[in-house]
């Protein structure tokens, strides 16, 4: 995938190189950017004898040796001591939708300065950012980005949001949550998009910096974790439940991929966890699978799969259930639970008809759940 | 000539070349007896023909030839630049060009820290990384079984034939690193390939044609074995053990660096790899898939000292 493509693919409104910033890096660059990688010390580590390190920030827990790097490529124990190398260090930067992450039941129709450093915690063999995410930050074209400057830059193009997005935003958790916390200063909100793959101690400290987080489950079952994720079901599941716990708005996407997790059963059983966990009231966003990555000998998705999902986690109570990357498709709206009229029309990322009034239903005035000013 | 996979019934020949005293005083090592060490490596690989020829077996007078060494240690615990030197220059004493020699590694700040001098002079021994302006991965993902990686240019197109020249250490995930593992400084992310003691993920690795087809030959620098607590350095258990371990088997070298890592462990009254659940599996999975030989029934071990 080249840079155009991928400003393409990800259809946001990408910032120009005016702006002093890169849209991306999808291209692995052979020179030494060692000297441009940030030195920061981690957080969540412990030091162990012999300049040994654990890492406490994702259930990876990398134990390292002087020298080595953790899994996800951008933090490095150095003589005993855990850096982060990509503080600062942002290598995707644009101006999405914020229905592009998908959030839809936040600020619908909101500007959202969306960034991303290189680097993941785990290694999904669909991942659709793989170029930038299944690299070591030298490996790739980026820049300095420090906090204040994002906050900035989000007041400069009028996003009243800031999303840490494409990659997976836990590996350069230093830089987002001081940069959330300056964005919150500056009366900005911010949202993650993660797969979740983190620890309760770092996520309990995350969320009072955040407004929202949208995790990607990629499966309802440990299997599949191991097989095509390379990470654990159990502490996303456990991540979920404390966000549902808390105040930050959560919402559920779920891609669905041909044979490996689309089983009636699997959606059934996701469902109703989920409902139990997180409530009736959560979205839920059925996502259509494209071939990618390592995993380019399926199919996408058809329709009748995504519909299915959606019927039974319907059937399952969930309230707001939706279907992705088919624009146009009716369940990419949102219907009122109560009245089932028509509240928010969408087509992709635009939005159409709405008939939402102080977060109630125009029409019979059911509150409907979500962050709506 | 393509390495290629093993035939199944073929035993494989393993060159131990012990060289007591090698190392003189205040850090340095003995060229010499280096040199002689090589000799009398190729000498056994090919049942004693002359050293030069035991070169033209392997790789013709026009071959580009990758030197991988092993530099994410620092200076202490990697391969140590007099030796990967000696080799090169050694070689075309052999009759290779040294303009067509590479020592090679990741990135040019770790072969510099490990005491490299990097050139690109036409015509003189090359040594440099793969983030060199030129260099760099592939774009394309190079994919088998458990592996989706970029190569280094370096290993897919610069070179026509390569020598694993690693350092033997013991390793905190994958039991050992050695010849075989080396290869992970070929791709743009080994992070991803450390869980489950690093198997299958090593042996997928060398499965790939820029690394199968090119492969000839392991020397396995032992002159310092870290025997725990790899890969970093740590004095208290490095031994002076002053070998070379030679083969054309990926998998027999690895196998026979792993039972002297064992050894050492022992003598040091440390539990064996097994025990500490990090035994390098790999290496049976390499033996599966016809790659080498793992089993020592099947390893003719040839020791000799200079
Ligand atoms: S954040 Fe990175 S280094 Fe830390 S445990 Fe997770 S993968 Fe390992």
């Known amino acids: 995938m080249d840079r155009r493509h991928f400003i393409k693919t990800t259809g946001g409104l990408s910032l120009t190189a005016g702006s002093g910033l890169l849209n991306t890096c999808s291209r692995l660059y052979a020179f030494d950017t060692s000297a441009n990688l940030s030195r920061k010390e981690a957080r969540y580590y412990k030091k162990h004898p012999d300049r040994e390190i654990e890492c406490l920030l994702c259930p990876r827990f990398c134990k390292l040796g002087d020298r080595e790097r953790g899994y996800c490529g951008v933090r490095e124990n150095i003589d005993g001591t855990y850096y982060t190398f990509v503080y600062g260090k942002a290598c995707a930067v644009h101006l999405d939708p914020i229905e592009k992450k998908p959030f839809f039941h936040f600020l619908p129709q909101s500007r959202t300065l969306s960034l991303a450093t290189a680097g993941c915690n785990v290694n999904c063999k669909f991942c659709q950012n793989w170029e930038i995410s299944q690299v070591r930050p030298e490996q790739v074209e980026h820049q300095d980005f420090p906090p204040h400057q994002v906050v900035l830059t989000a007041q400069k193009y009028d996003s009243p949001i800031i999303a840490y997005t494409y990659t997976e935003p836990i590996v350069f958790f230093e830089y987002m949550i001081d940069t959330s916390i300056e964005a919150q200063k500056a009366g900005l909100r911010n949202v993650v998009v993660t797969g979740g793959h983190i620890n309760p101690e770092p996520l309990q400290d995350l969320l009072p910096a955040v407004d929202a987080i949208k995790i990607d489950l990629k499966a309802f079952s440990e299997l599949f974790y191991t097989e095509y994720v390379r990470g654990k079901l159990q502490p996303v599941l456990d991540a979920i439940k404390i966000i549902a716990q808390s105040s930050v708005w959560l919402e559920i996407v779920y891609l669905v991929i041909p044979s490996l997790n689309d089983s009636p059963e699997e959606i059934r059983q996701m469902s109703r966890w989920l409902k139990q966990t997180a409530g009736k009231d959560v979205p839920l966003h059925f996502s259509r699978f494209y071939p990618m990555y390592l995993l380019k000998n399926l199919p996408p998705t058809p329709t009748s799969t995504l519909e299915r999902c959606h019927r039974i986690a319907r059937e399952e109570g969930l309230h707001y259930v939706y279907i992705g990357n088919i624009p146009g498709h009716k369940a990419e709206n949102t219907y009122c639970p109560q009245c089932q009229k028509l509240l928010i029309q969408r087509t992709g990322y635009s939005i159409g008809e709405k008939n939402l009034e102080e977060g109630r239903c125009k029409y019979c005035g059911q509150p409907i759940p979500g962050i709506w000013k | ?306």
């Open chain 2, 1 to 306: 000539m393509v390495l290629g996979k093993l035939n199944k019934m073929a035993q494989s020949r393993v060159v131990v070349i012990h060289g007591r005293g090698v190392h003189i005083s205040n850090g340095q090592i003995d060229e010499t007896k280096i040199i002689h060490m090589f000799q009398r490596g190729f000498q056994h690989l090919k049942n004693g023909i002359s050293p030069s020829d035991c070169i033209r077996s392997l790789f013709h007078s026009d071959e580009h030839i990758g030197l991988k060494v092993n530099t994410l240690g620092g200076p202490k615990i990697s391969t140590n630049p007099t030796i990967s030197l000696l080799l090169a220059h050694w070689l075309t004493k052999g009759g290779l060009k040294p303009g067509n020699l590479l020592i090679w590694d990741r990135s040019n700040a770790e072969l510099r820290q490990a005491g490299y001098r990097l050139t690109d002079n036409p015509g003189d021994i090359q040594i440099f990384g793969t983030d060199k302006p030129g260099a760099g991965y592939e774009n394309a993902l190079t994919v088998n079984q458990s592996i989706g990686s970029r190569f280094s240019r370096i290993q897919s197109r610069s070179i026509s034939a390569s020598i694993s020249l690693a350092i033997l250490k013991d390793h905190g995930l994958a039991g050992i690193t050695a010849g075989m593992k080396n290869y992970f400084g070929a791709i743009h992310n080994p992070n991803k390939y450390h869980d489950f003691n690093c198997n299958p993920f090593i042996a997928d690795l060398f499965e790939t044609p820029p690394i199968l087809q090119k492969h000839k030959l392991t020397i396995l620098d032992g002159l310092n074995i870290q025997f725990h607590r790899g890969p970093s350095f740590h004095a208290k258990w490095n031994q002076k053990e002053e070998i070379f371990i030679f083969s054309t088997d990926p998998v027999a070298a690895d196998a026979t660096g792993w039972r002297l890592i064992e050894k050492l462990r022992a003598s040091a009254g440390l539990p064996t790899l097994k025990e500490e659940k990090r035994e390098p599996a790999y290496l049976f999975t390499a033996e599966r898939k016809g790659l080498g030989r793992a089993n020592l029934k099947y390893i003719e071990v040839i020791e000799d000292e200079i």
